[in-house]
């Protein structure tokens, strides 16, 4: 058994000094092929099918504008500090137009959204949702002044501030009316194509019918 | 005796002064934790008001959303170092019909049949890059509006190169003959023909 074991060793040994001498016997590595990547277009797309009737279209304008001052602020012996500090302003003003559209969504329209009664026709459609579908930003009208001893701003709070000006213009959405809009354009859009396929103006109805989410029936039973 | 006297009493003044300072310390480091000084610069923006410059009424089908955003850079040569700005736009580009763009006739019926006859499938805003998303990836040097400028329109001319294929335009308008026939069908038509214009 031990000269087995022995053999056994020994021919390990070997297949492993092969190994290694093999290894100082190979050919060099071939050079990495190296792959270029266009740095440039970055590119993450995300493609969706839908069925949207955009009714009403909002053109915004808001002069986004910061002021930055520098303060000393803090506790000492409970006392509270808010000093500000003689460094100099930074003030800038940013403006921007925004495009709010409201629209219908049409992708669970069926037969349950239409009712005929003989002539009379009335569509049952779901209550309009807002979307902003673009913002600009008037890169040649932004103003900043700066004081001497503080740096200019840089891209990077630029648009933090930009991206805090269209938190501003979604919060200010339910002050605009543009459902009540998009309602109306509804009917405006919708009825010329129905009278195209037969019906009379005067028979035809555009109702519309809120999507109960779950929080609504919570609050509607709270009431 | 009144050497004595004195040392014993310098002995018990330098005792209540280490005392004293021992509780001025403790008090310090201790009973006032809360003590924080900090400078501080506030970064949010003044309220202001959201004017409407416009209001109007389209009727516009919307079949098919493409969302897209692009990382856009420029270099400036210079002697010692270059000059990088890079940034990343975010876009949605809307494919479909606008109903302002259909003939007068466009929807012809007969009996229980209808032949509708749609626009062509196209891109319904040429506006449709959220520039105040945009994120600062990277910035040295100093840069003016007029290269941020340039560097949106070359963010919407890839966007435009990249989305706006033949291949999403036909799937915009096959899930646009997919849904007027929904809709028509929904409206009591069974025999439905959806014609696109050239």
Redesign the interface.
């Known amino acids: 058994m031990s000269t087995v074991g022995g053999c056994l060793l020994g021919v390990l040994c070997c297949a492993s000094a092969l190994g290694c001498s093999g290894c100082h016997h190979q050919e060099q590595p071939a050079e990495a092929n190296y792959q270029a990547i266009d740095?440039?277009?970055?590119?993450?797309?995300?493609?969706?099918?839908?069925?949207?009737?955009?009714?009403?279209?909002?053109?915004?304008?808001?002069?986004?504008?910061?002021?930055?001052?520098?303060?000393?602020?803090?506790?000492?012996?409970?006392q509270n500090?808010d000093v500000k500090?003689p460094l100099g302003d930074r003030k800038v003003a940013i403006p921007?137009?925004?495009?709010l559209?409201g629209?219908i969504d049409?992708?669970t329209?069926?037969?349950k959204?239409?009712e005929?009664q003989g002539e009379k026709?009335t569509i049952i459609l779901p209550d309009p949702k807002v979307e902003?579908?673009?913002?600009?930003?008037n890169?040649?009208e932004?103003r900043s002044y700066v004081g001497l001893v503080r740096a200019?701003f840089?891209?990077?709070e630029?648009?933090?501030?930009?991206?805090?000006?269209?938190e501003?213009?979604i919060n200010?959405i339910p002050r605009?009316g543009i459902a009540d809009?998009a309602r109306?354009?509804a009917a405006?859009?919708l009825v010329p194509?129905l009278t195209?396929?037969?019906f009379r103006e005067e028979n035809i109805t555009i109702a519309f019918r809120r999507e109960f989410k779950p929080y609504d029936i919570r609050r509607y039973l709270e009431m | 005796m009144e050497q004595k006297h004195t040392d014993r009493l310098k002995t018990v003044v330098r005792v209540l002064a280490l005392v004293l300072a021992i509780i001025v310390v403790w008090w310090l480091l201790f009973a006032e934790k809360d003590n924080h000084v900090a400078v501080n610069v506030d970064d949010g923006i003044n309220i202001t008001p959201e004017q409407i410059e416009s209001i109007r009424s389209i009727g516009q089908w919307e079949f098919l959303s493409v969302s897209t955003e692009e990382l856009v850079d420029t270099t400036r040569r210079r002697l010692l170092r270059d000059d990088q700005l890079v940034r990343i736009y975010y876009g949605t580009l809307r494919l479909g019909v606008d109903l302002s763009d259909t003939r007068g006739d466009w929807i012809q019926t007969r009996g229980d049949s209808l032949v509708a006859t749609l626009p062509k499938v196209k891109l319904l805003d040429e506006n449709f890059i959220d520039e105040a998303r945009t994120k600062a990836f990277y910035e040295s040097g100093s840069w003016t509006a007029r290269d941020r400028e340039l560097l949106y329109q070359k963010a919407r001319r890839q966007m435009l190169s990249h989305a706006l294929t033949p291949q999403n335009l036909q799937s915009a308008q096959d899930n646009a003959d997919q849904q007027f026939r929904q809709l028509f069908r929904s409206m009591g038509y069974s025999n439905i023909v959806i014609r696109f214009e050239n």
């Open positions: 740095s440039v277009p970055l590119l993450i797309m995300q493609i969706q099918k839908c069925a949207r009737l955009y009714t009403t279209e909002y053109h915004l304008h808001k002069i986004i504008t910061h002021d930055d001052v520098v303060k000393l602020q803090g506790s000492f012996l409970k500090i500090l921007m137009d925004a495009t559209k629209y049409f992708s329209f069926s037969e959204n239409v005929r026709i902003l579908t673009s913002t600009k930003i890169q040649e932004i200019g840089s891209d990077a630029l648009s933090r501030y930009e991206q805090q000006g269209r501003a213009i200010a605009l809009r109306e354009s405006r859009a194509m195209q396929m037969g």
